[in-house]
């Protein structure tokens, strides 16, 4: 969620570089790669939704040849190393080297925004544009999903309230209610109070609408007709046999299904440099899969030579996700992979540093860089397990020294036999990103063999032991009592046949955020697993999971103004 | 919130009505009013919103000699007698005569769109389009304003758990969170539960979004200026001393302009027969004024030769505050106003039924007619103490006889010398209003001397009693003891310059919705007044007020669906 590469001694803001900046109308911009103005539904100058009928147009006519590059990371400081900024500047150093290329990134959440500064637009010279409003309200996508889970949430308790004919029991609803803010005195709730006039009394919790399985299902339907198809059957609650309520059950699929019919369009803005980005959806990356919408990658797959895509946190978690669960669902295959590497993040593996301390790292330490190449190396093995070719993007920070930065390149190319760049394109848009397009152009012009990981039909505690044992390097799984009965009875059920999707902090390879490099002699506990039944997979918890963050002591929300003339500040 | 006049024998429903009509590119309808393309900010072909320049500049351009016709109503039936309707068909019904008129209503709320069949964007022939997108995230201002409004819930929640310096009485938050959705359980709740992560544990709720004292300032603030110390000064908490703690106090200013910065922007549409329409803002009309945004209807009234424009519930509530609370501070004079009426409500008055029982009104009745002229006869009387003539626009539905309209139109002219007209703008459009629009005109043109019913210096107390005994026609006020201390504390604060906000119900002229007619030898209860320092009002508390609806047994959430190419069904 944060913009990095900054210089600290530069004044300009990202919202400075932005304003200097003076963009195409939408309709020119993407023009060239096949889109008209009939297909787009245009949200002001800057941005636009393409319509349904166009993606389904440009699929039957145009062949899918483009190549798909993967921006993934490694296990990153709080602050992230950069996959955003990264995944903009490389959109725009293809197309400088003659290459069509497009971009496609996630939709920020409003919840982040006020709380830690820093939007998720990237940053610098490769960053999407208008960032305030992609960054605040953007093209509704977040609120509609947001009303969409709450109705749905509404309709249950009314439903409960109105006589529960379907005999719900209020102690096994598991659709909480979903706000896009940072509002962490709404974690644990109760609700219903008031007597017989308001209802049933019971036990509830918001969540972030990114966490919501509607953000999931959103992000993988590929049409109307499957998008309602999702939704009708996710899991609500249970009733008191301990069968399953989905939404049909409660006779919500329509009209939730009528609050995201624009939200299911891809959303379609430029980069800095005027490359087309689609900027689509936002799952969270623990408890979802976290990648953009499916349906965006698709289109742009169809609309360009080269497609470059992001996900979330390192490539034990979002790489991951959509090398076993994206790709499948949506018939793809990358090409490359782009893993992102900081001499920052480096310094912070090979010091072995818990709890971050970032102001920490800033001083030359060769060493320490080195020491925590183990972690980089780790992240590079498990992605060749998939069969891409991997390139490793040095996000080269203003502080970082030519001997730190050497280290690092000599390592790749010399010890791993790997292609390796240096990034600067936060700094000089793409410009700083041609070195890392030419590499990647060289490995996705040839190499790529890519397969999951593990099969489908696997049982499901062969696919957590396969992802714990050869991407987390754990030793063995520990399913808890609770587990193996999950376990048990999704199998009885027939939902055995679906990707997992791991649950896991993102702040250590293993399951201990406090473990940096590659933590050895460990065992990954797993405690639940229970059905993302719209999105279509078994997510796998390792430990309870923040789905709705707080605010800090000191809120970016507290910093931010706004002009008599509109302008805003503090905003990042 | 209802459509009425609606043919129960027609197939045809409203959203197949609009889908019957091709319409025009928004651009070129304003054009002709003076909007060009620069003026407008377009959300897709048929929706804009105004920009704040243009806006600066036709008001420094050209001078507001429109005329403006206020529509408001008799005491309702719980479905509405057709203000909505009256207002669009009226608009398009100047048109057809040769004036230039525009219309300005209130944005809905998806809250009663999922509940209550029905939405609130007109009906019929009379209704503003695209109606499917007004009634669900149209330009997104609702859903700007409920994330400005937890925001600011948010940092206070924030604030306390982070020390609480500002001292705030956990026991005297009076900013609960808002949703805009029916969601009776979010009623009554107890946050921060969870332990010290999560918070401090209090008593809070939710209210609907159109209910949030944000909504009330957005509808009132002129500039962006306005907006900012309006949001400001609004009064969230009171400390352990008693003191009022701001939104500028916990420094959520800045941030919440920046979330209502494009929701402050007019928008506007066409209606069926393409005259322009401003449909912004909608407060309640308890609470809060209940009519559309200031800002819309100052620039709509330098646009146009008339200005249509509506207020909520019957005119002892929507009109008497936009003539006190509107009028004054946006420096507007109504021209004449309509009085809408049904002879389904004037038979609920003669038949003093109650509870409401609407299938019991169908046959024709004429002495029951007549004998509910009083509740009519009583507005009328009212209306015309604000100086301002009222023009009666009797409404008609398909099951009305001739005696029972006839009735109605001869009481009017013969007893009370007014003008009246009957409207068929559902079933006929602009065609059906032509009459009322005549008649309009006529007043218009030469007798307004509008003035306010009470001096703005005037007591609390004093500015209370005349609107209960004037407009209400209560025998007097009985304020509770916490009233009294209420108008002392505001008084000694120097808050009691403001207008008053009566919040009383709309089912009855007097504080008891059981009440007909024109209930006599009572005495008005007030409870509580307190400060609604943005919006610039003091709220006065009659009752009990709920500002979060539930669903019904049968919602019509449940009865709605999207089809594959992205058609809605069941939403009106």
Redesign the interface.
């Known amino acids: 969620m944060t913009t990095t590469g900054e210089d600290d001694e530069s004044t300009q803001t990202d919202y400075e570089i932005a304003q200097s900046v003076e963009t195409d109308p939408i309709v020119d911009v993407v023009e060239p790669f096949g889109l008209s103005e009939d297909d787009l539904?245009?949200?002001?100058e800057e941005k636009a939704k393409v319509t349904?009928e166009a993606i389904e147009r440009i699929k039957r006519e145009k062949d899918d040849d483009g190549k798909l590059v993967l921006v993934t990371g490694m296990t990153p400081t709080p602050l992230g190393e950069g996959k955003t900024v990264t995944t903009v500047g490389l959109g725009q150093a293809f197309n400088q080297i003659g290459k069509d290329a497009l971009v496609a990134v996630r939709e920020p959440s409003?919840g982040p925004v006020?709380g830690v500064k820093g939007g998720a637009a990237g940053g610098g010279y490769s960053q999407v544009l208008p960032m305030e409003d992609i960054n605040?309200?953007f093209t509704?996508d977040l609120?509609?999903l947001?009303?969409a889970h709450?109705?749905i949430?509404?309709?249950l308790?009314?439903h409960i309230?109105?006589?529960n004919e379907l005999n719900i029991s209020v102690n096994q609803v598991n659709w909480p209610?979903a706000?896009?803010?940072?509002?962490?005195?709404?974690?644990?709730?109760?609700?219903?109070?008031?007597g017989d006039v308001?209802?049933?009394p019971r036990e509830?919790g918001f969540i972030l609408t990114a966490a919501s399985e509607l953000m999931a299902v959103l992000c993988l339907a590929d049409?109307?007709?499957d998008l309602?198809a999702r939704i009708g059957r996710i899991i609500v609650a249970y009733d008191e046999d301990g069968d399953p309520i989905t939404v049909d059950d409660i006779?919500?699929t329509?009209?939730a299904?009528?609050?995201l019919?624009?939200a299911l369009k891809p959303n379609v803005v430029q980069t800095i440099e005027g490359t087309p980005a689609f900027v689509h959806g936002g799952p969270f990356a623990n408890i979802a899969h976290g990648t953009n919408s499916l349906i965006a990658d698709d289109v742009a797959s169809h609309l360009s030579e080269y497609l470059v895509t992001e996900a979330g946190f390192g490539s034990d978690l979002g790489a991951e996700k959509f090398m076993n669960i994206v790709c499948r669902f949506g018939d793809m295959e990358p090409d490359a992979v782009t893993l992102v590497a900081s001499v920052r993040a480096l310094k912070y593996h090979g010091q072995e540093m818990w709890p971050p301390d970032l102001d920490e790292l800033e001083a030359e330490d060769v060493d320490a860089v080195e020491r925590g190449l183990e972690n980089l190396d780790k992240h590079v093995t498990n992605l060749q397990k998939f069969g891409v070719p991997v390139v490793v993007a040095l996000n080269r920070f203003p502080g970082d020294t030519d001997a730190e930065v050497d280290a690092v390149l000599d390592h790749c190319r010399d010890e791993l036999g790997i292609r390796a760049a240096e990034s600067t394109v936060f700094g000089e848009g793409g410009e700083g990103g041609i070195e890392l397009a030419e590499n990647l152009v060289d490995a996705a012009e040839s190499e790529s063999e890519y397969e999951p990981l593990y099969d489908i039909d696997a049982p499901i505690k062969e696919k957590i032991e396969t992802v714990a044992t050869e991407i987390y390097g754990a030793d063995g799984v520990n399913f808890s009592s609770d587990a193996e009965d999950d376990m048990e009875r999704l199998t009885d059920h027939g939902f055995d046949d679906v990707p997992i999707c791991m649950s896991k902090t993102f702040h250590s390879l293993s399951d201990d955020a406090s473990k940096k490099g590659v933590p050895e002699d460990w065992t990954l506990d797993v405690n639940e697993i229970y059905p993302s039944a719209g999105a279509g997979f078994l997510v796998v918890l390792t430990a309870d999971v923040l789905t709705l963050p707080?605010?800090p002591?000191e809120?970016a929300?507290?910093?931010?103004?706004?002009?008599?003339?509109?302008n805003?500040?503090?905003?990042f």
Chains 1, 2 share one sequence.
């Open positions: 539904e245009l949200m002001g349904l409003l006020f605040l309200h509704g609120h509609a947001t009303s709450n109705l949430a509404t309709m308790d009314n309230k109105q006589g209610r706000i896009d803010m940072n509002d962490r005195a709404l974690r644990e709730t109760v609700v219903g109070l008031g308001t209802g049933v509830d049409s109307i007709e309602k006779g919500a329509g009209a299904s009528i609050l019919k624009d707080g605010l002591g809120p929300a507290a910093g931010m103004d706004l002009d008599s003339d509109g805003v500040s503090g905003l």
